[in-house]
């Protein structure tokens, strides 16, 4: 059901970087702000990135977002124990006139 | 201080109306460029966006759950509610009431802490 791609599962070790890839369509990210959520085992979604790059406050600057044409990218450096969650991109989809959720990454510190 | 709780009942029964609220406070439904959304989680499962209000009742429904959702706001009580008729239990899950972002109402940037529902005979 979900419209944006992303990989089921990365995974590194302490210290090291990650990246989680989004892909959609030019009606969703192509031409609309994406977002970037992280849930802790059993916990509510909380944001990381809004408006494609911005970190809400007090987020860290580990945590970085991108966006290219259809593409988005999700980045985790200095990769933390803390770290290991469910993370998922949305975006709105102007065709659908309605907001939609990446199919989410799970990411390992190994 | 931005908060949203969703209330309803855990269990109900396959082809009952489930009805959700979600009562907010540190907003204003009144505000222009507000809005308030919906969203579920099935055990295990990714996130599914289902609706979303905005400040001047304009209403926005997951395509495929279209037929079966309703949502509807009561400023004064600072209330969102959502009804999803012809339950199943595919629809076991956990309903998050959120906040999008102001003005462009995309994006999440606060959450509810969610309510499971279990939908089973």
């Known amino acids: 059901q979900s419209v944006l791609t992303q990989p089921p599962s990365v995974s590194a070790a302490p210290g090291q970087k990650v990246t989680i890839s989004c892909s959609g369509s030019?009606?969703?990210?192509?031409?609309?702000?994406v977002y970037w959520y992280q849930q802790l085992p059993g916990t509510a979604p909380k944001v990381l990135i809004y408006d494609n790059h911005k970190r809400p406050s007090g987020i860290p600057d580990r945590f970085s977002g991108s966006k290219s044409g259809t593409s988005a990218t999700l980045g985790i450096t200095g990769l933390q124990t803390g770290d290991e969650a469910d993370y998922y991109c949305?975006?709105?989809?102007?065709?659908?006139?309605?907001?939609?959720f990446g199919t989410g990454t799970k990411v390992t510190v190994l | 201080q931005v908060t949203l709780r969703e209330s309803g009942p855990a269990l109900v029964k396959p082809t009952q109306t489930l009805t959700l609220t979600c009562t907010f406070s540190?907003?204003?439904?009144?505000?222009?460029?507000?809005?308030v959304s919906w969203i579920r989680q099935p055990p295990g499962k990714a996130l599914e966006w289902l609706a979303l209000i905005d400040w001047d009742d304009d209403k926005y429904y997951s395509t495929s759950l279209k037929t079966r959702l309703t949502i509807s706001k009561d400023t004064s009580k600072n209330q969102v509610v959502l009804t999803m008729t012809n339950m199943d239990p595919v629809d076991t899950a956990t309903y998050y009431c959120?906040?999008?972002?102001?003005?462009?109402?995309?994006?999440?940037?606060?959450w509810g802490r969610g309510t499971l529902v279990t939908v089973s005979s």
């Open positions: 959120a906040r999008p972002y102001a003005s462009s109402c995309q994006g999440i940037d606060s």
């Open positions: 949305g975006t709105w989809d102007s065709s659908l006139s309605a907001g939609v």
């Open positions: 030019s009606s969703n990210i192509g031409n609309n702000y």
């Open positions: 540190g907003f204003s439904l009144n505000t222009s460029g507000m809005c």
